[in-house]
């Protein structure tokens, strides 16, 4: 049986799939493997599960759960060679009465057969597949979480190549579409992913039987073509929280001094991250004061009388999710005051952006010498700030490329993996393997339109200014004027003035928070389009950093 969504909203066709599991009548226990613990997680209230006459949730790899045959298991795994083994072992054992098993992807006739061979006790009520093998971090943004996430000039080995497939053809199978698929010429993962997609569409003609969806498409881009973005500090607030800590699945460890903490972010259960993801650190510093004055107010209540005290007990559960949220919040702003007052990352920014957004090199130069003759700036933050300068002068005629990397060598005695990131950044993103015109500055039309976006731009914050490469690649998209020479497609190609009003493009090497912003801009300013992103995983500019290190 198929059981998708209808919507271009990612964490409503997870939820809708979540509660097509449980509505199951009767005592139940709900398995899940690691992978669909955490979609479901991301998605879904634990409590508003345990509503629904849930028992138990637990992991089907547990091998102390003990048999409980009046329970109806309810299996909602990832159909991997693992899971298969596991579910055959418990059906020649089993411990509950009825099974209902719920794959999160396309299930194979041979896993199927063994499936119904180790069926010896015939406890199978239902198979389903649900589509589900993918990570919804919003509405319009997911990731597949690879396990080798591609950053280098390699090609994909099979099992990444074969795991983002089924995790896209998942989001598609989700929101119905069987879309046209185009990719990045110049990039072999790209490529191969396209192919792949394509080929298991027209495998799995049978799932996909929507009607050829005229208006829908899938862009493959490769994080070469804007590593720049990957390698900007950031300074709005979901942006922030990854790039400082790490956020997984919205889930993330602050340490502060000396301590740490495991807090969840879910914008769906947390209503100050849901309304300020976006907002820049400024704005969150007045936000995090005005929700502890807030809660003050609310905990001063005098209690004289028995009136008063029972308005202050019926006070209480908002006053406790207020104390809760509030001191969340409270500890991550603290915690990323710091770290930016330690690497004096409010001057070291400024230099990043201003070189984001225009050409100025004698300025800009002189800028990058302070940083790097600066006592407070950090090591890592010297290394990225010159290599934000190599991908921006990589061409022009006067660069210090090689008097930098003496004065950083000089200064800091490089180690081989901090000399390969800066030997690497222009092998793996400079301008001979770049599709696009990161800089827009490859016409004089194009210099002359930054011009005047700058400033347009000019009452913004300094520290936002810069826009990521994938804003001006959807506009493109939308407007029916992306190259086909540079980004073709798979099969046929459309008619050349082809506008698609429904876009999934995904990010082969890593997608960053800077762009799934972007594109929920994007989608405000293109009425009638809809834009969801994707990614192998969300990566940072420590991560960016180590994977060119290690090239």
Not at 158 to 168: E, G, L, M, R
Not at 198 to 221: A, G, K, P
Not at 383 to 402: A, P, S, T
Request: proline share 3%; net charge negative; aromatic share 6%.
């Amino acid at each position: 049986a198929m059981i998708a969504g209808s919507s271009f909203d990612l964490v409503g066709c997870a939820q809708r799939s979540i509660e097509r599991v449980i509505e199951e009548q009767g005592l139940k226990v709900l398995l899940l493997d690691q992978r669909t613990q955490d979609v479901t997680s991301m998605s879904y209230s634990f409590i508003d599960m345990l509503s629904k006459d849930l028992y138990l949730i637990d992991k089907l790899e547990n091998q102390a759960r003990t048999k409980q045959g009046y329970l109806k298991a309810l299996v909602l795994v990832q159909p991997t060679e693992e899971n298969v083994l596991l579910l055959c072992k418990e059906l020649r054992q089993p411990l509950y009465g009825d099974y209902y098993l719920f794959f999160t992807n396309i299930v194979s006739d041979a896993d199927l057969k063994e499936l119904a061979d180790a069926d010896e006790h015939e406890v199978v009520k239902q198979v389903h597949e649900l589509y589900l093998d993918y990570f919804p971090l919003h509405p319009y943004a997911f990731v597949s979480n690879v396990p080798k996430p591609l950053l280098g000039e390699g090609d994909l080995d099979s099992a990444t190549a074969q795991a983002v497939t089924k995790s896209i053809a998942g989001v598609l199978l989700s929101i119905r579409k069987r879309p046209t698929v185009r990719y990045q010429g110049n990039s072999r993962a790209c490529k191969r992913l396209a192919e792949d997609l394509r080929r298991l569409m027209v495998q799995e003609s049978s799932l996909f039987q929507f009607r050829r969806s005229e208006e829908s498409v899938v862009l493959f881009v490769d994080r070469c073509d804007d590593i720049l973005t990957a390698l900007l500090t950031q300074w709005t607030y979901e942006a922030m929280i990854h790039e400082f800590f790490g956020l997984r699945n919205h889930k993330v460890t602050v340490t502060n001094g000396g301590k740490s903490e495991d807090i969840n972010l879910i914008p769906i259960f947390d209503e100050f991250f849901a309304t300020h993801l976006h907002s820049d650190w400024g704005d969150i510093c007045t936000a995090v004061r005005e929700k502890v004055t807030t809660y003050q107010k609310k905990t001063n209540m005098d209690a004289r009388d028995l009136d008063s005290m029972k308005k202050m007990m019926d006070k209480m559960p908002d006053i406790n999710k207020d104390a809760t949220a509030m001191k969340k919040h409270t500890a991550i702003s603290d915690a990323m005051n710091k770290l930016i007052k330690d690497r004096d990352l409010m001057e070291v920014s400024l230099v990043e952006q201003e070189m984001s957004m225009k050409s100025s090199h004698r300025e800009h130069l002189e800028q990058v010498h302070e940083v790097l003759d600066s006592p407070k700036a950090a090591r890592r933050d010297m290394i990225r700030v010159v290599m934000i300068y190599m991908l921006r002068y990589e061409k022009h005629k006067d660069n210090q490329i090689g008097a930098l990397r003496a004065k950083l060598d000089q200064k800091l005695s490089l180690q081989p993996a901090e000399d390969a990131m800066l030997s690497n950044v222009l092998k793996y993103g400079g301008d001979a393997r770049r599709a696009s015109d990161l800089f827009n500055d490859r016409s004089q039309t194009a210099r002359l339109r930054g011009a005047v976006r700058g400033i347009g731009r000019a009452c913004e914050s300094a520290y936002t200014q810069h826009e990521p490469m994938l804003k001006r690649t959807l506009h493109s998209v939308a407007g029916g004027k992306l190259s086909y020479d540079v980004f073709p497609c798979v099969a046929s190609t459309p008619d050349k003035d082809w506008k698609p009003t429904e876009i999934v493009v995904y990010v082969v090497g890593g997608l960053t928070y800077e762009e799934t912003r972007t594109v929920k801009e994007v989608a405000d300013e293109l009425k009638g389009v809809k834009v969801i992103v994707g990614g192998t995983h969300m990566i940072r500019t420590e991560e960016a950093m180590d994977r060119l290190g290690s090239m």
